[in-house]
């Protein structure tokens, strides 16, 4: 098991604590913003579990059917799940409107108080590492699962709050305005997800950022290394592919060609971590003498116009 899958485990173990405690305390209350709360946290163990699921798939060599390998397994897993914390925020909002317009009572004590308190602190704890380890591998579905984690720090401290000014005001106005934000927080939280999930489906290019560093870093390359074009990315759950056209001098033999082709693919791939490159070698068209000195492409990449 991978550091990956581990962090998911403790993210689904961790959210099912916190979600039995969340309902236990909201039903005695009546309050929506803690059921709303503990709702969320429910959400939340199912997405981990889907995760730990989708990850173990995607992390599967590939095979006859799947040439290409599972790695989109985690761009499914999150589009899943943005399409459920919709759902799930819609219902929260709606709840909370009812339960207000139905005026029920709210009898807040200090238990719903020392609940959310606790499931804050230990919210903070399950971000905090779902969001390292994501940075560390680059895994889209952890992604997701740390922007919902994220987003229930806001949604948590907000039942809190509306724990306090409720309790003290007797005002149960805001426990639903919580609930609402709460709702609100989900459905945007769910909407990134989507976006980026979609984003990995439909084979986007990796950030422009990173585009322009493996574009640097190929303009570095010494003669007979003389340029590239058609370069084209993409990202497929934690994978980033990369393939490209390197212009080679035309003097090259084959064997020494291959070898710089080698050479470059093993450097931009320990640059992005887990990644696919692909370069395919390509002679230069232009003429000239065939040296560092006369060649016309290494001049202009040195800002030296042609003759």
Do not use: W
């Amino acid at each position: 098991m991978d550091i990956k899958q581990k962090a998911s485990l403790f993210a689904a173990s961790s959210a099912l604590v916190l979600a039995g405690s969340k309902f236990a305390a909201g039903l005695v209350s009546g309050s929506m913003a803690v059921v709303s709360s503990g709702l969320d946290s429910l959400i939340d163990v199912f997405m981990s579990i889907m995760n730990f699921v989708a990850i173990r798939k995607a992390a599967e060599p590939a095979d006859d059917s799947h040439e290409y390998g599972h790695t989109k397994a985690e761009d499914v897993a999150g589009l899943i799940q943005s399409l459920v914390i919709v759902c799930s925020g819609s219902i929260i909002i709606y709840r909370a409107v009812v339960e207000f317009i139905e005026h029920k009572t709210i009898a807040y004590s200090v238990f719903d108080f020392s609940t959310m308190a606790f499931s804050l602190a230990f919210t903070v704890v399950i971000s905090v590492v779902l969001v390292r380890i994501a940075k560390q591998t680059g895994s889209n579905a952890l992604k997701a699962d740390a922007l919902h984690y994220t987003s229930d720090l806001y949604s948590n401290s907000g039942a809190i709050l509306a724990i306090l000014l409720t309790y003290f005001t007797g005002i149960i106005f805001f426990d639903l305005a919580f609930a609402i934000v709460v709702g609100c927080i989900i459905i945007i939280s769910a909407v990134k997800i989507f976006r980026s999930s979609l984003a990995g489906i439909m084979d986007a290019s990796i950030p422009r950022s990173i585009e322009a560093e493996i574009e640097g870093h190929i303009n570095s390359m010494p003669f007979p290394t003389v340029g590239f074009h058609k370069l084209r990315t993409r990202y497929s759950g934690s994978k980033k592919y990369i393939d490209f056209h390197l212009l080679t001098c035309r003097i090259l033999h084959i064997d020494e060609a291959h070898e710089i082709a080698s050479r470059l693919e093993k450097e931009i791939t320990g640059k992005l971590g887990l990644a696919e490159v692909m370069v395919h070698i390509e002679p230069c068209r232009r003429e000239c003498d065939l040296t560092e000195k006369t060649c016309s492409m290494v001049r202009v990449s040195a800002g030296t116009p042609d003759p």
